[in-house]
């Protein structure tokens, strides 16, 4: 049977394959997927692990181990080969690269050839094996062969593996990366100097005049010292000209200083912002039953600070650095970020652990982009959106939008009110704002039967000083029903109005029976 045909035919059965897919998943929430609570629990066994059997070399090197401990070090080694291969599987989805090739030289109609398929697989490949952290999990493997002692040198690779089980590590590791071009000139300049004054002092003084440089080696060894500014004193310059290389050796290595000290607090200071961001994105995750704020303008800081009093769980997005950090200096979970991005609600689970969406910003349009992005990721979930514009509303409300809220709107009927009543608007606006006095409440009916009801009389409500607004049945809503008692069946919610604790016994009374 032709290689080929094999290949894509395999390709397409681990693309149908939901056991395959559940699989490679799992793999991947556990080796890759920073917010997966599986990848939190291996990355603490794994810390463990590699500090253990570092303990283990240090120990062995002036005392005999116990059998156990050798034990110990073939589990951990035959773990770490486990993990290596596991991230070279997930690492890319070969079958998806054979089909999607495959098909667009259908759609071409072009040959394509077997090498070609491989030699993407394989390049795909061999670029996870000789990335960084790759080359460092192959090393670290290395001293579990004992026979070789040389190979012990490698046991300090273990330690970096360190950095891919924490995320803030690989964070600051990325420094180094992004900042590859400006250590890459420092490198060479520093090379350059260490060789040249090297060459100078063996030239003066490795002829003879000074006792302490006898090779080339010994000249580097000097250089490398005076220039880091270390200056341990066991050779020194003896001659004029080497004693003027050496201040100008000196100089030259506070102006490297200088600039390795701003490449990496410039890029510390930028690598610190994603690591609180991260750190705030990684708390988020973890909430439950939160609300997510989109846009902390006005509307948002009034939202805020309801959802604050009343306990709630929330977490505030914004586009605008000043905004965000307002919000996080009053203590709130506050992130910078595009609220409309769906890798960003992803990250914060926002899809299974929100309790609904406020779309809130001053632009309409970044109102309907998150409606859509949220909707496309649970579209069950509820969202309450702002209109700034009345020409709005009819679009948020097709997106998905549960309810538009118009502030100026509002604004305008609130202002009607209190001309026309301003005694109660008064009143009620003492009552909101003050939070004095009598509050309104929403009381939530749970049955265990769920298809029974239950009467409620007015006078068991009397009794406990409240006043029924109100009957919310499956969004329909009664209001002040006339009748002495009324029927409610399961998750129907009375609106009423009383005193905070006179709520909290009627609510004891409902349950109780």
């Known amino acids: 049977m032709d290689f080929k045909k094999s290949l894509v035919s395999f390709s397409y059965s681990l693309a149908s394959s939901k056991r395959?897919?559940?699989?490679?998943?799992?793999?991947?929430?556990?080796?890759?997927?920073?917010?997966?609570?599986?990848?939190r629990y291996f990355d603490i066994f794994m810390i463990v692990l590699v500090l253990t059997t570092i303990v283990i070399f240090i120990y062995e090197i002036k005392h005999d181990l116990h059998p156990i401990f050798f034990t110990i070090e073939v589990i951990a080694v035959i773990i770490f080969?486990?993990?290596?291969?596991?991230?070279?599987?997930?690492?890319?989805?070969?079958?998806?690269?054979?089909?999607?090739?495959?098909?667009?030289?259908?759609?071409?109609?072009?040959?394509?050839?077997?090498?070609?398929?491989?030699?993407?697989?394989?390049?795909?490949?061999?670029?996870?094996?000789?990335?960084?952290?790759?080359?460092?999990?192959?090393?670290?493997?290395?001293?579990?062969?004992?026979?070789?002692?040389?190979?012990?040198?490698?046991?300090?690779?273990?330690?970096?593996?360190?950095?891919?089980?924490?995320?803030?590590?690989?964070?600051?590791?990325?420094?180094?990366?992004?900042?590859?071009?400006?250590?890459?000139?420092?490198?060479?300049?520093?090379?350059?100097?260490?060789?040249?004054?090297?060459?100078?002092?063996?030239?003066?003084?490795g002829v003879g005049e000074n006792k302490n440089i006898n090779t080339f080696y010994d000249a580097i060894y000097w250089a490398v010292v005076t220039i880091t500014t270390v200056g341990y004193g066991d050779i020194s310059p003896v001659t004029p000209e080497g004693r003027f290389a050496t201040i100008l050796l000196i100089m030259s290595g506070l102006g490297i200083i200088a600039f390795t000290t701003s490449i990496v607090?410039?890029?510390?200071?930028?690598?610190?912002?994603?690591?609180?961001?991260?750190?705030?994105?990684?708390?988020?995750?973890?909430?439950?039953?939160?609300?997510l704020i989109c846009g902390y303008g006005k509307m948002g800081k009034v939202f805020a600070s309801e959802l604050q009093f009343e306990k709630e769980n929330f977490v505030v997005i914004d586009l605008n650095r000043e905004a965000v950090n307002k919000a996080t200096e009053k203590g709130y979970l506050a992130l910078c970020a595009d609220a409309s991005d769906i890798e960003v609600l992803k990250s914060l689970n926002s899809s299974k652990n929100a309790k609904y969406v406020l779309a809130i910003t001053n632009v309409d349009a970044l109102n309907l982009s998150i409606i859509l992005s949220v909707k496309s990721l649970n579209p069950d979930l509820d969202i309450i959106a702002r209109a700034n514009l009345?020409?709005?509303?009819?679009?948020?409300?097709?997106?998905?939008?549960?309810?538009?809220?118009?502030?100026y709107e509002s604004s305008g009927k609130a202002a009607v009110?209190?001309?026309?009543?301003?005694?109660?608007?008064?009143?009620?606006?003492?009552?909101?704002?003050?939070?004095?006095?009598?509050?309104?409440?929403?009381?939530?009916?749970?049955?265990?039967?769920?298809?029974?009801?239950?009467?409620?009389?007015?006078?068991?409500?009397?009794?406990?000083?409240?006043k029924l607004l109100g009957i919310s049945k499956k969004g329909k809503f009664i209001f002040n029903p006339n009748n002495e008692e009324f029927e409610v069946r399961n998750l129907d919610i009375l609106i009423v109005v009383g005193f905070s604790d006179d709520i909290a016994y009627f609510k004891v009374a409902l349950i109780k029976g």
């Open 20 to 39: 395959y897919k559940a699989y490679k998943d799992i793999a991947r929430d556990i080796l890759e997927e920073e917010n997966s609570p599986q990848k």
């Open 390 to 407: 009345i020409t709005s509303r009819k679009k948020l409300k097709i997106a998905g939008a549960k309810r538009v809220l118009f502030p």
């Open 81 to 205: 080969i486990i993990e290596w291969l596991g991230r070279f599987w997930v690492s890319s989805d070969s079958h998806q690269m054979v089909i999607e090739r495959y098909e667009k030289a259908q759609m071409r109609n072009r040959k394509i050839t077997t090498a070609s398929l491989i030699k993407e697989i394989a390049l795909k490949k061999l670029k996870f094996v000789f990335s960084p952290m790759s080359i460092i999990d192959l090393l670290a493997i290395l001293p579990a062969y004992r026979p070789l002692r040389f190979l012990r040198f490698f046991l300090i690779f273990r330690l970096f593996k360190i950095f891919r089980y924490t995320q803030n590590m690989n964070f600051l590791m990325k420094v180094f990366v992004e900042k590859k071009f400006e250590f890459l000139t420092l490198i060479i300049l520093f090379s350059f100097l260490v060789f040249f004054s090297s060459t100078v002092i063996y030239i003066f003084e």
């Open 265 to 291: 607090t410039t890029a510390m200071t930028e690598k610190l912002e994603q690591i609180k961001e991260n750190n705030i994105l990684s708390q988020a995750s973890k909430l439950k039953d939160f609300v």
């Open 417 to 466: 009110e209190y001309f026309l009543q301003p005694i109660v608007y008064d009143s009620i606006d003492k009552i909101l704002q003050d939070r004095v006095g009598p509050i309104a409440d929403e009381i939530e009916i749970f049955l265990d039967d769920k298809n029974s009801t239950k009467i409620i009389k007015k006078e068991l409500l009397t009794f406990y000083g409240l």
